[in-house]
């Protein structure tokens, strides 16, 4: 089949492990996840939608994704370089212990810890000091991507709605309407509350129109008045 479009939505599922020791790190599905020891209660574990051209993947996978067949499962190994890329000595850095007894942090190798306003692993503990990366915890590692497209998305409203789920995190309340200059998107009540909604908002107005090629997106936001509860007598 010919390679997908930049902006098209497909559904898939992957798991992504390191190349070297095959150690998953993220995946769709829940038995995976549960037997790596990474599964997540909070998390959907379902194929999950995608635009194709987006960088919310590496590149290397992004290709690999447009150009699949789908329901055909795919492997492929993605380089250091072409992934997080290598690690940067200058973000590995040391620390007296002190300054973790003062956070109530008892410091071990592997333990995630935030300093500041940033967040990295402790590498190794010892002789009072504690040695700290703050790299991405992808870089420096190949990685070995397996994944399905399940599905090419061709209905606008299932398209605008995966976008919004994408973007916000969620399209539940959400419903959209189509002609042929503007996509009207009725907005959910819990915007109306949402400290996120504004950017979220941005990348979805982004994501409407690569997929639908359309300029114009129009949000509704609906004030109803509650029904008056009866008074019991």
């Not at 620390?95 to 967040?119: A, C, H, S």
């Not at 420096?140 to 399940?150: A, I, M, P, S």
Request: net charge negative; glycine share 6%.
């Amino acid at each position: 089949m010919a390679a997908l479009k930049k902006g098209e939505i497909v559904r898939i599922n992957y798991t992504a492990r390191f190349a070297d020791n095959d150690k998953v790190f993220d995946t769709t599905d829940a038995d995976i996840a549960k037997e790596a020891g990474i599964f997540n209660e909070k998390y959907s574990y379902a194929a999950m939608p995608y635009i194709i051209g987006s960088g919310r993947f590496f590149k290397v996978l992004d290709e690999a994704i447009a150009s699949a067949e789908v329901g055909k499962e795919t492997e492929i190994v993605i380089k250091c370089e072409d992934a997080a890329g290598a690690k940067d000595p200058k973000l590995i850095q040391t620390y007296p212990i002190k300054e973790f007894y003062k956070q109530e942090i008892m410091p071990q190798p592997g333990l995630e810890v935030k300093l500041g306003d940033k967040t990295g692993t402790v590498l190794t503990v010892g002789a009072g000091r504690v040695k700290v990366d703050f790299n991405n915890f992808l870089a420096g590692k190949d990685l070995k991507y397996t994944f399905k497209v399940e599905e090419i998305m061709e209905d606008k409203a299932a398209k605008a709605d995966a976008i919004v789920q994408m973007d916000f995190g969620t399209a539940e309340g959400f419903s959209f309407d189509f002609t042929d200059d503007k996509v009207i998107v009725h907005t959910s009540d819990i915007t109306k509350f949402n400290q996120g909604w504004l950017m979220a908002k941005f990348r979805i107005v982004n994501d409407l129109r690569e997929s639908t090629g359309i300029d114009t997106i129009e949000f509704v936001e609906t004030w109803a008045k509650p029904a008056e509860t009866k008074k019991s007598e």
